[in-house]
């Protein structure tokens, strides 16, 4: 069983910066692929971007890509989003997700979820 806990999300103005964080609970933070998602009111649930279990293999939406960088720590059980440019259409809860398989994007693959942070993008 794996625990997640988002944080660092709130209200960032256009073009601003935030980096959110997910710290996992558990021993066995390794071996896993950790995801971030992201729905919007009234959308379904989209993939953001995922690293493999070592942190050499990272993973973006075209919409973020060149925007957004994940990294993660397995010494400290964390994952992270820095999240740089943002634009109005960023605003959503941001979940993060680990995953035991090898799928990427797909977010039934996933096990295991956070409760969400959410980031709102507004002048």
């Known amino acids: 069983q794996v625990q997640l806990v988002e944080s660092g999300g709130g209200l960032v103005q256009p073009g601003g910066s935030l980096r959110l964080s997910c710290a996992a609970s558990?021993?066995?933070?390794?071996?896993?692929?950790m995801g971030w998602f992201r729905q919007a009111p009234g959308k379904e649930r989209k993939f953001v971007a995922a690293i493999s279990r070592s942190g050499d293999g990272r993973y973006y939406s075209d919409s973020v890509k060149g925007r957004f960088t994940i990294s993660r720590d397995n010494a400290k059980n964390t994952v992270y989003l820095q999240m740089n440019s943002l634009k109005p259409e960023d605003t959503a809860v941001y979940y993060c997700?680990?995953?035991?398989?090898?799928?990427?994007?797909?977010?039934?693959?996933?096990?295991?979820w956070g409760q969400g942070t959410q980031v709102t993008v507004s002048s």
């Open positions: 997700a680990a995953n035991r398989r090898s799928s990427v994007t797909n977010s039934y693959e996933y096990d295991y």
């Open positions: 558990g021993r066995t933070f390794g071996n896993y692929i």
